[in-house]
């Protein structure tokens, strides 16, 4: 079984300053996990992944994200937003190559940049 | 464009309707996915197709009927819709069905049953 929980269902920002998004899973196994941005009226883009390589993962757009096994997290930061970055973020966790690999999806945080 | 192309944008339909969604990639990737996702709710999975094979269809109501002709294109036809169905219903793909790929989404198609 998997689940996976976003702490923060807005998170609301200045323009310039950093951006915590936060993601907590749980998984039986050794998970894969995933960021994706969804911008108004647009699909998922991936951000970044997850999938037992380095901890520390870099994505697109200046954003990365650390896994942490003993804290089970997996938070999304940026050090300095831009206007752009204003969108719905989702956290997903899937059991990883070799298992079930139905993903879970959070529930999306939704990032509002301020000027 | 991110490679997953899905008509129409936008469907208004009534209940007695009958209409087809379309997913179209060439990304040469052998997986496809329908998800649902509706307002206040998580992502909901649909439907998977794995080299043309369905290989999962999550309790879906069979007013919603999937087809994959190919590897490239998927289709989602709708009949006797009903309100609660209203959502944005996106269309991904991956290289296969495990996920450590990532998935490829498109823009989808917003759906209105009046």
């Known amino acids: 079984a998997q689940s996976v929980t976003q702490l923060d269902s807005h998170v609301s920002v200045s323009e310039g300053t950093p951006v915590l998004l936060r993601c907590n899973y749980s998984?039986?196994?050794?998970?894969?996990l995933f960021w994706y941005v969804q911008h108004p009226n647009k699909g998922l883009q991936l951000l970044l992944k997850?999938?037992?390589?380095?901890?520390l993962v870099k994505g697109i757009n200046g954003f990365e994200a650390e896994f942490k096994k003993s804290e089970t997290s997996f938070h999304l930061t940026k050090p300095s937003a831009h206007m752009s970055d204003a969108a719905e973020y989702f956290c997903v966790v899937s059991r990883g190559p070799g298992g079930s690999y139905i993903p879970t999806f959070g529930r999306g945080t939704s990032l509002i940049v301020h000027p | 464009e991110t490679g997953v192309t899905q008509t129409p944008r936008h469907l208004v339909m009534g209940m007695t309707n009958k209409k087809s969604l379309k997913c179209e990639q060439h990304l040469g990737h052998n997986a496809m996915y329908w998800y649902k996702q509706s307002a206040k709710k998580p992502l909901e999975l649909m439907f998977v197709y794995n080299f043309k094979e369905q290989t999962e269809n999550n309790s879906v109501p069979s007013r919603f009927s999937p087809e994959c002709p190919n590897s490239s294109h998927l289709f989602l036809h709708l009949h006797t819709l009903q309100p609660e169905d209203s959502a944005l219903y996106l269309c991904a793909s991956s290289q296969d069905h495990a996920t450590a790929y990532g998935y490829t989404f498109g823009s989808g198609t917003r759906l209105t049953v009046v």
């Open positions: 997850y999938t037992s390589a380095a901890t």
């Open positions: 998984s039986s196994y050794s998970p894969s």
